[in-house]
């Protein structure tokens, strides 16, 4: 079965983004010459699942940022919604079931999914489809936004891998979710 992987970044209060889903102050961040892992991270998914919210904010960044194919989730986008430039690399599924979503990524071949954005990462969780988390902290609070982390029926219990902080602040966490 495919597999589910996190790989983000929170303010120390636990926002992914704004409620605009801005990231200015993830950007702020004096990050020069450290190496957080993300090139091997890519390496290692056959591609990404990303919600509406984090597909229309990586759009209006200066370039595309994924080499890897993108699946974004999406009950309002269509392929009309898909420049010219990403036709090829980004896919649109009106699909809201997490679960059927890696089933059908699975029989493309896929193995390890990055999946990505606030809200999309607290359903596959809810879903019991993430099996590790990279969780990158940011020594800075925002007050507001969208959580990683929403409300949850039942706990979900994560064991810690590693835990590595770097000069800039910023501490990276990696976590394997335990299973029930």
Same mark, same amino acid.
């Given at each position: 079965m495919?597999t589910?992987h ?18 200015d102050?993830?950007?702020k961040?004096?990050?020069?010459g450290?190496d ?9 998914v ?9 597909y229309?904010?990586?759009l209006?960044?200066?370039?595309w940022?994924?080499t890897?194919?993108? #699946?974004?989730?999406?009950t /309002?986008? +269509?392929?009309?919604d898909i420049?010219d430039?990403?036709?090829? @690399? *980004?896919?649109i599924t009106?699909?809201?079931d997490?679960?059927k979503v ?7 071949g896929?193995?390890?999914v990055?999946?990505?954005g ?6 596959f969780?809810r ?7 990279t969780l ?16 949850i029926?039942?706990d979900?219990? #994560?064991?810690?891998?590693s /835990?590595? +902080? ?9 976590? @394997? *979710?335990?299973?029930p």
């Amino acid at each position: 079965m495919t597999t589910g992987h996190v790989y983000i970044a929170t303010s120390l209060d636990g926002f992914v983004a704004r409620e605009d889903h801005t990231l200015d102050w993830l950007m702020k961040q004096p990050t020069e010459g450290e190496d957080y892992g993300y090139d091997a991270f890519i390496d290692s998914v056959d591609g990404l699942v990303m919600g509406r919210g984090s597909y229309e904010t990586v759009l209006s960044f200066d370039k595309w940022l994924y080499t890897k194919p993108v #699946l974004v989730m999406s009950t /309002s986008l +269509s392929k009309a919604d898909i420049p010219d430039e990403l036709k090829g @690399k *980004v896919e649109i599924t009106s699909e809201t079931d997490p679960a059927k979503v890696m089933s059908d990524l699975h029989e493309k071949g896929w193995k390890r999914v990055y999946v990505d954005g606030g809200r999309l990462v607290q359903s596959f969780m809810r879903a019991g489809l993430v099996d590790d988390i990279t969780l990158t902290l940011i020594p800075v609070l925002i007050g507001k936004g969208i959580r990683l982390f929403g409300d949850i029926e039942q706990d979900i219990d #994560l064991k810690l891998l590693s /835990s590595q +902080s770097y000069g800039s602040g910023l501490v990276m966490n990696r976590y @394997k *979710v335990v299973k029930p």
